[in-house]
């Protein structure tokens, strides 16, 4: 069964964050991810980005996974 700790580890290999923090059962997964690399891209580029780095895993391992993404600025304007 996968983890969050797995799926934390997918995310990190393949893209570089700043902050990344994924709670989940197994197989439905929720994540809040801040990268450098979201900076003027809409929310569905940046959720591309995370489905890249995590492969053949969104369609094997892993079956929903939910994201709030932003770029620091938009972290720390939210106080993170």
Known sequence: MVT???VKGYIEQGLE?????V??????FEAVIVSRLFE???PVQRHQL?????GDRMRE???AL???TFDPQEWKARGG
């Open 17 to 21: 964050c700043e902050l990344l923090e």
């Open 50 to 54: 995370v489905y890249r780095a995590l």
């Open 40 to 42: 003027g891209k809409r």
């Open 4 to 6: 969050p700790a797995d």
């Open 66 to 68: 939910s994201m709030k």
């Open 23 to 28: 709670e989940g059962d197994g197989r439905h």
């Open 61 to 63: 391992e892993i079956h």
